[in-house]
Every structure is written in structure tokens, then in C-alpha cells.
């Protein structure tokens, strides 16, 4: 039996992050061929597997139960499709060094096992509990479940020990508890074991970064009066789908007046000469995320403006010279500005604004980098994390702002920028 029919058979080797750091990080083409070593999915698989098994053994957990589709991603490489992101419909038990159990929506765990041949066929189930609480707790299906995942735990010698859960519905808790299981807080366990990227994970955030270098060249191009913000975001849709995105999360299209505050959405606003808009393309490819602003000026920026992005971009660069392994998260959150000295009363309430954050399977991973928590709790960073940094100045015109935001590998002696359309100064589109 080949060793991708067996994944409770790990070796050592399945936990190497295979990383490659001698010249530029590659972005290779999307499709398989046979002329290059692209990205190994069966490595993956096997590495994803074995980082959650060792960070359970590390934890007082002996058995991880996980509702997050991003850790049941993780963990089983399963998928079903984005609709389900919201439904707390799946679910996944790993219990030791067993495989996981998939318990899927319906026919999409016999899907499971004619065509996921890494997972154990009769370790893929279908089931459902609450469907957010659609299915009413008196129906007896959480229950049902919570008898078969306790079952399954004594089966693997593991009842004595907690369970880590991730999140689930309130009812599924109690069902859980009233089978006499110890539930804690298994989302930390997730987290660590998904904080350092392999090879694989690092090519494949890579190529999600290409894809909205290319976006970025075309709302470049099309940035100027008669258009509006849900325009821009329609057009990225429309090209980011076509490119092999698997899920357009968000974009942010924000623009004029509505820069400063900072909303966190879009609307639909026409562009006017003059205005500074800034964009952020929240996608992913095969799974993997990027969190990527960029600010444009249309047809002409005034000296309030072009200050407000100098100085966005000299906290961003500040923040990208202090990443190495080693280097704790406060010493970067230290060299952007306290939030009074950008027009916010308190951390709070800039929150966000001066931020680092992971990113992998899920938009927001470790490490967290902020003032409101890096400064009195900072983490450790290591070789193998990417994160986005980002940086936002309002403009001394009272409405204008500019918001840069830049996605980084940290490399063995340093970090490597993934998020390459050009930046360093004031983008002018369709200049006057």
C-alpha cells in the first residue's frame, strides 16, 4: 500500500518544513506538469498532519474535535466548498496518532472515499448537528454524535484525558460535557501547529500573491471618474475567479472622504479627480489567503496626500526591517506610531490600523502584531512564518488617508516581501 493510502503511518521526516531559501521564493504556474517540482500536495498533506499531532502531544489535550473548516482543512484536507465556511455543519475528530474522522455533509463523505485516498475510507462519516442551531438541539443529533465521539476517544485510550475543542454551538458543549468529556480550549493547540509554514504552504501563498499583483495592475489601470468602488470590486471578483481563486472573501474599495475614519467596506462611490482610494484584496488559492492594500491617487495628489503616504510607508518599512527569526513581536509593534499620534484616543480604537497578522488557511493566524497586545504579550518570530503587515496614516486634509499593507516570508536570516505590485511611492492613475 503507497505511503498517501496510509496517514496514520508518519515518519520524522513528514514534519521537515523542506525549505529552500537560496535565491527568490518562487511563484510557479497553477497547474501540475511534469518539467518541474511545483507544489507537493501529498507532502502537505503528510506535513499539515504531523504539525497537529505534535502540537497535541504538547498540549493536556489527548484528542482535538474541530467544527473550524480552516482546521478541518488542516487536519484532513477536505473541503466542500466556500458556502460552508458559516454552517457549523462538518465536523473532524483526531484522537493520538489515529487518523482523523471526517464527519462530512452528506454525500460529500462518500466523495471522501472514492476520491480522497490520504484518509482512512471508513474514517469518512456523514453527519450534522445544529446547522447553527436550524436543527434544534431536541432533535437528538448532537447528542447521537457526542456518544460516537466519546465512544471513539475510549476506543483510542484517550478518555481520561481533555478534549480541545475549537469553537461549536453552545448545545454541542453541553452534549459533549454530559458524555463526560473535559473540554478545553483546542483553537491554541490548532494555532501553534499551524504557525509554521512548509515549503508547499509558502509556494502556495506565493502564488495567491501573484494573483492579486495582477489585479492590482489592472485596477491601476482602471482607477478614474465614472467609476465606482463596487465596480473595482466586481471587476477584482470577475478576474480573481478567472485567475483559480477559490474564494474571493472581501475587497475593500474605499475612496475620497470616506478614507478617514477607516469603514471596512465598500460602497457605490464614483471616483473623483483627485481622490486618494485604497484597496485591500482578501482571496484565496487552493485555501491559502492574502491580506494585500494598496493606495492609488486619481489623476492627481496634493502634498497632504503624498505626506500621508511617506508616512505610511515609512512605519511599514520600519516594521519590515525589525523582521528576523528571533525578534520578538513588541520590538516590531514598537516602531509604528501610539495611537494618539495618529488622531485615536486610545490602542482600541486604532486597532487594526497599525497591525501584523498571519496568514495561511485562515486570514488572521499567528503571530498577532499590535500595540493594544505586542507590547505587554509578545511572541517569538520564527523561520517559516508569513504575516501581513499593514500600515494606515490619515492625511493632514482631514479625510484623506493612505493604507499600505505588505506580505512577508521570514526566511532563515531575514524575510522576503511576497506582495510585489510597486508601492514604495504614491501611485498616481491616469495622472492629469
Known amino acids: 500500500m503507497s505511503r498517501a493510502l496510509t496517514p496514520h503511518v508518519l515518519t520524522p521526516q513528514d514534519l521537515e518544513p523542506n525549505w529552500r531559501w537560496e535565491g527568490r521564493l518562487p511563484a510557479w504556474g497553477h497547474t501540475s506538469v511534469d518539467f518541474e517540482r511545483r507544489v507537493d500536495h501529498d507532502r502537505l498533506r503528510r506535513y499539515r498532519l504531523s504539525r497537529t499531532r505534535q502540537?497535541?502531544?504538547a498540549s493536556p489535550a489527548g484528542t482535538l474535535l474541530l467544527f473550524d473548516v480552516n482546521n478541518i482543512r488542516y487536519v484532513s484536507s477536505t473541503k466542500i466548498g466556500e458556502w460552508e465556511r458559516d454552517k457549523m455543519c462538518r465536523f473532524c475528530l483526531l484522537t493520538g496518532d489515529d487518523s482523523p474522522y471526517v464527519w462530512d455533509f452528506g454525500s460529500a463523505a462518500y466523495h471522501h472515499k472514492k476520491f480522497s485516498d490520504w484518509l482512512e475510507p471508513d474514517h469518512c462519516l456523514a453527519g450534522v448537528v445544529g446547522m447553527r442551531g436550524t436543527i434544534p438541539p431536541e432533535f437528538g443529533l448532537m447528542r447521537k454524535?457526542?456518544?460516537?465521539?466519546?465512544?471513539?476517544?475510549?476506543?483510542?485510550?484517550?478518555?481520561?484525558?481533555?478534549?480541545?475543542?475549537?469553537?461549536a454551538e453552545t448545545a454541542m458543549f453541553h452534549a459533549l460535557q454530559e458524555e463526560g468529556l473535559n473540554v478545553i480550549d483546542g483553537q491554541q493547540i490548532m494555532l501553534a501547529a499551524r504557525e509554521i509554514k512548509n515549503w508547499d504552504e509558502i509556494q502556495l501563498l506565493t502564488q495567491a500573491a501573484s494573483m492579486v499583483d495582477g489585479v492590482y495592475h489592472m485596477i491601476y489601470e482602471a482607477l478614474k471618474p465614472g467609476i465606482r468602488e463596487?465596480?473595482?470590486v466586481a471587476m477584482s471578483n470577475k478576474m480573481l475567479y478567472?485567475?483559480?481563486?477559490?474564494?474571493?472573501e472581501a475587497i475593500n474599495a474605499i475612496s475620497g472622504e470616506r478614507c478617514n475614519p477607516h469603514p471596512h467596506n465598500f460602497t457605490d462611490r464614483y471616483f473623483?479627480?483627485?481622490?486618494?482610494?485604497?484597496?485591500?484584496?482578501?482571496?484565496?488559492?487552493q485555501g491559502y489567503r492574502t491580506c494585500y492594500y494598496r493606495t492609488f491617487n486619481i489623476g492627481r495628489a496634493t502634498p497632504a496626500q503624498h505626506d500621508a503616504y511617506v508616512k505610511a510607508r515609512e512605519w511599514i518599512d520600519a516594521s519590515i526591517a525589525m523582521i528576523k527569526p528571533g525578534v520578538s513581536t513588541d520590538k516590531v509593534a514598537e516602531v509604528w506610531p501610539k495611537a494618539e499620534e495618529f488622531g485615536f484616543p486610545n490602542e482600541?480604537?486604532?486597532?487594526?490600523?497599525q497591525f501584523g497578522h498571519g496568514l495561511g488557511l485562515a486570514l488572521h493566524e499567528r503571530p498577532?502584531?499590535?500595540?493594544?497586545?505586542?507590547?505587554?504579550?509578545?511572541?517569538?518570530i520564527k523561520t517559516g512564518m508569513v504575516f501581513a503587515l499593514e500600515t494606515y496614516c490619515p492625511a493632514a486634509d482631514g479625510y484623506s488617508a493612505a493604507r499600505i499593507e505588505e506580505e512577508v516570508v521570514v526566511t532563515d536570516t531575514g524575510v522576503e516581501v511576497i506582495s510585489l505590485f510597486p508601492a514604495e511611492e504614491l501611485p498616481i492613475a491616469n495622472r492629469y
Open 55 to 57: 502540537a497535541l502531544k
Open 145 to 167: 454524535y457526542a456518544k460516537q465521539i466519546a465512544g471513539l476517544i475510549k476506543d483510542a485510550g484517550m478518555a481520561d484525558m481533555p478534549v480541545g475543542v475549537d469553537y
Open 230 to 232: 463596487n465596480d473595482i
Open 242 to 248: 478567472e485567475m483559480g481563486s477559490d474564494d474571493v
Open 272 to 285: 473623483r479627480p483627485g481622490d486618494q482610494a485604497f484597496f485591500d484584496i482578501l482571496q484565496s488559492y
Open 348 to 353: 482600541d480604537a486604532a486597532f487594526g490600523l
Open 368 to 380: 498577532i502584531i499590535s500595540r493594544a497586545i505586542s507590547i505587554d504579550h509578545p511572541m517569538e
